[in-house]
């Protein structure tokens, strides 16, 4: 059985991957056309407008996330009443789908209908909010629905790399004068380092993948103006025929997914070594204390 | 001051989404989005959950509903009892090149869906499941495993030891073990399993777009056709309402669930 799932799931990426050297388009051909393929993609405008559009969303998105998840996660380990409360009400999107996320941002940012409207008819006649329909602010729309979504998560696992920060440390800042603030900025903030990290890993991968709450909140448009690639991947396999091309992206995508996941695979099997390492340090320490 | 400010930020959409689902038409148009309904109305909510369009089909998001649940109940239980099964094998018997199949699963959980996609399209085709509800299952079943095998080996792997040198010593086999022991013990991550799938697979778009053909679309896929798809006038209303229709499960799987849930992230959920 086993070796049946390692059969589906590396035999079909490497199917996907000869795909992408052939000149499949509507059915697959086993000719070999070399990297042509990708020559195509890169020509593409579609495509680099895509993969711009996801560097743009990409940075947008995590630095949002990282920063109110964080901020959040500050404020809630300070010991404020109701936490549970907040708790809940921080990541109730999260349980959300991205379909309902698009949904109710696309209603909310709806120019004639929504905030902006709305902030009109309070008296601001001159109050602009119309980013999703404007070609270059459309991308800014979809990050505030994506951190809504998504920076409760990120409070979760602060909270959590907070909670296992030793008390003596306050204790040690507060004989020491330190400000609270400088505490969370040079000292917490470093030793968060791990929970950051699982928080960057698992956000970025859901950039490279951002497609749900695309397609939801405004289909790619205005014009192309937000288009993905993991919209334009399912475009062209599923609606243009053009497998081979499609092919050719998502082994793009999954070379960035990898180029991605790399660094923080190495990161834990070097932490896991070092703390076994330690471990038995300290057990082969214990032991000649128990014999002496 | 800065939670409370949060709080009320975040609550805005499912405020917002409440009221609009809750008020006619006439005083939408208005276009104030916060203003509480002066004539409170159900017609939105039972029009989108029996008679909402989809293009051509006006079943409302029902079917959806119905398709989600057929789709729902066999993957999570499959994908859990595979991933269990799994987290078993790999922590306990160390089959050769578990090392091999660790790597693989792993890097499956975050590898994009769509690198995959083309030739599981052709595999289903092929089995004659395309477009039918055993072929979504199989999909999401797939797709689940690697994570669900990941929570259940970081699971198993804080069992001791012995307990299973024990059962082994017994004259438990393989199955035995897992069926007697290791399966009533795994309750908890169970638990917390059955959450993250639930939500994980309620809340795909993707799969079930791609591999659902046309008779088993999901709620999801239908709710996005409902609102995407009009044409005529847009009933947002109606749209809110089919909107809080289809959140309505996560949703409740979250509020129920509350710290499991969090245990779920914690426990090195890499979903997405």
Redesign the interface.
């Known amino acids: 059985m086993v070796a049946t799932v390692l059969w589906v799931y590396v035999g079909s990426v490497l199917w996907s991957m000869r795909i992408s050297v052939s000149s499949s388009r509507t059915l697959p051909i086993s000719d070999f056309v070399g990297l042509k393929q990708y020559a195509r993609l890169f020509d593409s405008e579609r495509w680099v407008l895509s993969l711009q559009n996801m560097a743009l969303f990409g940075a947008l998105f995590i630095a949002g996330c990282l920063v109110i998840g964080f901020l959040l996660a500050v404020f809630i380990d300070q010991r404020v009443r109701a936490e549970g409360v907040l708790r809940t009400v921080f990541l109730y999107p999260y349980a959300m789908s991205f379909v309902a996320t698009g949904l109710v941002w696309q209603w909310m940012l709806n120019p004639e209908l929504g905030l902006q409207s709305t902030v009109r008819g309070w008296g601001f006649p001159n109050f602009k909010f119309d980013w999703i329909v404007q070609q270059d602010t459309v991308m800014l729309a979809i990050v505030v629905a994506a951190v809504w979504q998504a920076c409760g998560l990120v409070m979760a696992l602060m909270l959590a790399g907070l909670r296992g920060i030793d008390e003596s440390l306050w204790m040690a800042a507060r004989i020491e004068g330190i400000p609270k603030w400088r505490v969370y900025l040079s000292i917490v903030l470093p030793m968060l380092g791990p929970s950051i990290g699982t928080a960057f890993v698992l956000l970025s991968v859901s950039v490279v993948k951002v497609f749900d709450v695309v397609v939801a909140m405004t289909q790619g448009g205005p014009g192309l103006a937000s288009e993905v690639p993991a919209k334009f991947i399912i475009d062209n396999l599923l609606v243009r025929a053009n497998i081979g091309l499609a092919s050719a992206a998502s082994t793009v995508l999954l070379l960035t997914v990898l180029a991605l996941l790399a660094p923080w695979f190495y990161a834990r099997a070097h932490a896991a070594r070092r703390s076994e390492r330690s471990a038995r340090a300290l057990r082969a320490s214990a032991t000649q204390g128990a014999a002496a | 001051m800065?939670?409370a400010t949060?709080?009320v930020a975040?609550?805005?959409?499912?405020y917002?989404?409440v009221v609009?689902s809750i008020k006619p038409m006439e005083e939408?148009?208005?276009?104030?989005?916060?203003a509480w309904p002066v004539r409170i109305t159900l017609e939105p909510w039972v029009q989108a959950w029996t008679s909402a369009c989809t293009g051509l089909e006006c079943g409302g998001i029902r079917v959806g509903f119905m398709n989600s649940v057929a789709i729902v109940v066999p993957s999570t239980i499959l994908s859990i009892l595979?991933g269990a099964?799994?987290g078993y094998?790999l922590s306990f018997w160390r089959?050769r090149?578990a090392q091999?199949?660790f790597v693989?699963?792993?890097?499956?959980a975050?590898?994009?869906?769509?690198?995959?996609?083309?030739?599981?399209i052709?595999?289903l085709a092929t089995l004659g499941l395309f477009g039918t509800l055993p072929g979504v299952v199989l999909i999401h079943t797939?797709f689940g495993?690697p994570v669900m095998t990941l929570l259940f080996r970081n699971y198993y792997a804080s069992v001791p030891h012995e307990l299973f040198m024990a059962a082994r010593i017994d004259g438990g086999g393989f199955w035995r073990i897992f069926v007697q022991l290791m399966l009533p013990m795994s309750l908890p991550i169970v638990v917390v399993a059955v959450i993250m799938q639930v939500?994980a697979i309620?809340?795909?778009?993707?799969i079930g777009?791609?591999f659902a053909g046309h008779e088993w679309l999901p709620m999801?896929?239908q709710?996005?056709n409902i609102?995407?798809t009009t044409t005529g006038e847009r009933l947002?209303n109606v749209?809110?309402a089919a909107?809080l229709l289809?959140?309505l499960v996560?949703?409740t799987?979250?509020?129920v669930s509350?710290r499991w849930?969090?245990r779920g992230?914690?426990a090195g959920a890499?979903k997405?």
């Open positions: 800065f939670l949060a709080a975040f609550l805005l959409p499912l917002v989404m609009t939408i148009r208005l276009g104030n989005l916060f595979l099964l799994n094998a089959p090149g091999a199949f693989v699963l792993l890097t499956g975050f590898i994009p869906y769509q690198v995959m996609m083309f030739p599981l052709r595999a797939l495993m939500t309620w809340n795909d778009f993707l777009l791609v999801t896929v709710l996005n609102i995407n947002y749209n809110m909107t289809t959140s996560p949703l799987v979250y509020l509350g849930f969090v992230i914690a890499v997405g």
